[in-house]
């Protein structure tokens, strides 16, 4: 009898360690869909926002990452790949038609987007103060800014008789963008040039036809597919000698001559931090959308040096950054 009690209470000893551990929650899951390919360096300031707030991809959270490297049909499967997965929230870049795909998706599983289109006219939410559905995030109206950068680029170059803007034709703000350069450059009296890209093997074409129009500068507009191709065209720019301006300081950093737009890297900060007030238990219908305030202009002064430019004080004084 004494034997049977003994049994008894140690089935009990080691079943329980056992129940505590299958009563555990299980790790959140982030599902992260990119429109086009990850960026090691946004990435690193959307992990860092989810560290200061706690979460440690592999320790209590996990990220599951999907990417249609700029085939737009492939969002549509791939957002459903995360879905099925049950994630618990997740976290759109690359573009605005990853976040539709997502949303398109899903009504119930919590999205975070980093979008350049606007959120209320897309249907992704009701209004920015209050977006009311499952959706929310960080809106990057950078289509507005094309206009102002052509104007720096027309200060950096000397007497440009002709300046090259190049613009992808897929883009949901295209038509937007176009009549921002164009009502600046009648404003400039300045002559431009519309070359489109959509696909890698366009931008080599486009150069080529830069330089084949005389043009003496380059405006590269804001485009997710662009930021994703960075290093092809700062590298083509360099080669061509081209002075090229840009929509963010990573293009600067990388070698381009200057850039102006709100910070890329903030953007997919803040989308980590909404994630984690997600994950806390915050609803994404009560967290307002997120809008750039800041607006940064980068002069990269050794490119300026290669092409022979010299950075009138004026416009150095007005950089919020110089890159020597």
């Known amino acids: 009898m004494r034997r049977?009690?003994?049994?008894?209470?140690?089935?009990?000893?080691?079943?329980?360690?056992?129940a505590t551990r299958a009563q555990q929650p299980a790790m959140p899951v982030i599902g992260f869909l990119d429109g086009q390919s990850f960026d090691l360096h946004l990435m690193t300031a959307f992990r860092q926002a989810l560290k200061d707030a706690g979460y440690i991809e592999g320790r209590n959270v996990a990220i599951y990452f999907r990417s249609a490297n700029g085939q737009t049909d492939r969002l549509v499967t791939l957002a459903g790949d995360i879905v099925g997965r049950r994630v618990t929230v997740i976290v759109t870049a690359g573009g605005g038609a990853a976040a539709l795909a997502a949303y398109a998706a899903t009504t119930t599983i919590p999205i975070v987007f980093v979008s350049g289109v606007d959120p209320v006219t897309s249907g992704l939410v009701l209004s920015l103060n209050r977006p009311g559905s499952n959706a929310t995030g960080v809106y990057i109206f950078q289509q507005v800014l094309e206009g102002k950068r052509l104007a720096l680029l027309h200060g950096l170059v000397p007497t440009p008789t002709l300046i090259a803007v190049l613009l992808n034709p897929t883009n949901a703000n295209f038509q937007s963008q176009l009549r921002g350069v164009q009502d600046s450059a009648r404003a400039l009296g300045q002559q431009v040039n519309i070359l489109s890209a959509s696909a890698a093997r366009d931008i080599d074409t486009a150069f080529a036809t830069v330089r084949a129009s005389g043009a003496r500068a380059l405006l590269v507009g804001s485009d997710p597919f662009f930021n994703s191709e960075r290093e092809q065209v700062v590298a083509l720019a360099a080669r061509h000698a081209i002075p090229a301006i840009f929509e963010g300081r990573e293009f600067a950093t990388a070698g381009g001559l200057a850039s102006y737009g709100p910070s890329l890297a903030d953007a997919y900060r803040q989308a980590g931090i909404y994630a984690s007030r997600i994950l806390k238990g915050e609803k994404p219908a009560d967290l307002p959308i997120v809008q750039p305030t800041k607006f940064d202009f980068v002069i990269?002064?050794?490119?300026?040096?290669?092409?022979?430019?010299?950075?009138?004080?004026g416009l150095s004084s007005s950089a919020?950054?110089?890159i020597e």
């Open 4 to 18: 049977r009690k003994f049994i008894t209470l140690l089935g009990g000893v080691i079943a329980w360690p056992i």
């Open 320 to 322: 919020d950054e110089i």
């Open 300 to 313: 990269n002064l050794k490119t300026a040096k290669a092409l022979g430019l010299d950075v009138l004080p």
